[in-house]
């Protein structure tokens, strides 16, 4: 069994674009954010509504950015935290191209990016768009309560991010280079509380990161960052002594996208999480990083708590999942 | 097939309690209380200002407190405010009947979304749903108690 792809044709990320709304636009690397709103409902009468305009803007953006045509795209791989991920097909509606929904909870951009990849390095195809969106307002009403509600939030919660984030995947041009990709596997260790996804996705993390150095015989001193989704700060912390416990020391290379976009304060806890988050932080930060070569290689791994409203009701136990993209400058 | 207790991994359960952060449980206490207390102030006000002002008493008066204070809870609710005071205040914003309007009034407002029948009307009770059931339920056992009691002494 492998779980470890390499590409060896190489695909390009020709363009990115991300998009989120006040809170994260304020943020630690809201200054690297091409989209900020001052409104999270982005003129539209409902938050799902707003939800799928910031994706479809995002997608859009992201294919101007790669100068191309909306017609020279062959494919839209998109997913969000909405039931039955509507945020991403109500977008993708307003595209010629062909479109694949995929669901990974918080990992779903890493999945889309991976399945790109593919797509990109099978020749397949020419030119993909990968993405993810997510909505506090949208995800709250889904997973936790009305907005209005006065309740206090338990010290483990994290903050799902308001935002959107694409990248387009081309077989020719310049940008960076997605080098490989390690799939996860579902990874369940009993974790219950719906509050602590940080928790419930750490195994799966530490699973998939370590499978990764296994399969592709490298060390975490050979990349300059390892990126993960929206850990938080619990999260972070477990899989940082996971992957110890194990023999492979990511202390220095490892930062977590939910940890990054806020400036972490009380009301957030352990930071940002939903598939926005890591979406918009490698269509970002990340991005321009590696475009100015200023990180070389990193390892890019969203992870995703595979919970339903319905599940945790029926107190099963929260599984986790981890996919890891290798990308280089 | 695998079931969510054959997935428990007990070590890695404690471990994650070990370094999970705890509820500031003081802090907690004394918001709850300053902020409870100054809602039952706020209610026993209007209770003075009915009793010598307008002269109610009884049940009468007890029941027009009662709606003031729902009023102003499904206000501040609307307003946008009670989620705030219930942000920092828990289980004293949560407890008084100002309490039980934002409980009824968020989800309503939530919903709105999904139409006036099956998203506003269907969903506004939501939260406060359990609350009704129990709080029926219970009272109908304690009232079948006192009766059986008062037949029996």
């Not at chain 1, 928790?199 to 998939?208: E, G, S, Y």
């Not at chain 1, 002594?241 to 352990?270: F, M």
């Not at chain 2, 004394?30 to 209610?43: E, K, Y």
Request: glycine share 10%; aromatic share 10%; net charge neutral.
């Amino acid at each position: 069994m492998r779980r470890t792809i390499c590409f060896n044709n190489k695909p390009v990320i020709i363009g990115a674009s991300s998009i989120a709304g006040p809170k994260e636009s304020e943020g630690s690397i809201g200054k690297f954010i091409e989209t900020t709103l001052n409104d999270d409902m982005y003129g539209e009468d409902t938050f799902e509504k707003a939800e799928s305009k910031m994706l479809f803007t995002a997608i859009k953006k992201a294919v101007d950015n790669a100068h191309k045509k909306e017609d020279e795209i062959d494919a839209i791989i998109a997913g969000d935290l909405l039931n039955q991920i509507i945020a991403s097909t109500f977008a993708a509606r307003n595209f010629p191209s062909a479109y694949l929904g995929i669901y990974n909870a918080c990992a779903t951009f890493a999945e889309s990016l991976t399945i790109g990849a593919m797509l990109i390095d099978g020749k397949y195809m020419n030119n993909v768009v990968c993405s993810a969106s997510s909505h506090f307002s949208s995800a709250e009403r889904q997973y936790r309560y009305p907005l209005e509600l006065g309740c206090t939030r338990p010290p483990q919660a994290q903050w799902t991010v308001t935002g959107a984030g694409s990248t387009v995947i081309g077989a020719k041009g310049s940008g960076p280079k997605i080098t490989s990709a390690t799939i996860g596997k579902v990874v369940d260790y009993g974790v219950v509380d719906a509050n602590n996804m940080g928790a419930a996705m750490a195994p799966a993390a530490a699973d998939t990161l370590i499978t990764h150095f296994r399969e592709s015989n490298c060390a975490p001193c050979d990349y300059d960052l390892i990126v993960t989704g929206d850990l938080g700060t619990l999260g972070s912390r477990i899989l940082k002594d996971l992957s110890w416990e194990k023999g492979y020391d990511i202390e220095k290379q490892h930062v977590d996208c939910g940890e990054l976009i806020y400036n972490l304060c009380e009301s957030e806890y352990q930071g940002g999480s939903g598939a926005g988050c890591s979406a918009v932080v490698f269509n970002s930060y990340l991005m321009e990083r590696l475009r100015e070569n200023k990180l070389k290689k990193i390892a890019f791994m969203a992870t995703g708590a595979l919970l339903s409203s319905v599940s945790s009701q029926q107190g099963d136990s929260i599984p986790g999942i981890a996919h890891l993209v290798v990308v280089e400058s | 097939m695998k079931t969510s207790n054959d997935c428990t991994n007990q070590n890695f359960l404690n471990y994650v309690k070990s370094i999970s952060p705890k509820t500031k449980q003081r802090r907690s206490l004394i918001r709850a209380f300053w902020v409870g207390g100054v809602i039952c102030m706020i209610g026993q006000t209007f209770r003075y200002l009915l009793e010598f002002g307008l002269g109610l008493s009884g049940d009468e008066l007890s029941s027009y407190v009662s709606m003031i204070m729902i009023f102003l809870g499904a206000l501040l609710t609307g307003l946008g405010v009670y989620d705030r005071i219930g942000k920092y205040a828990g289980g004293g914003s949560i407890v008084p009947i100002t309490g039980f309007a934002n409980s009824v009034v968020s989800p309503a407002m939530e919903f709105k979304t999904e139409g006036y029948i099956y998203g506003t009307a269907a969903k506004m009770f939501i939260v406060a749903g359990p609350i009704i059931v129990f709080g029926i339920a219970s009272s109908v056992l304690v009232g079948i108690l006192y009766f059986i009691g008062l037949r029996i002494f």
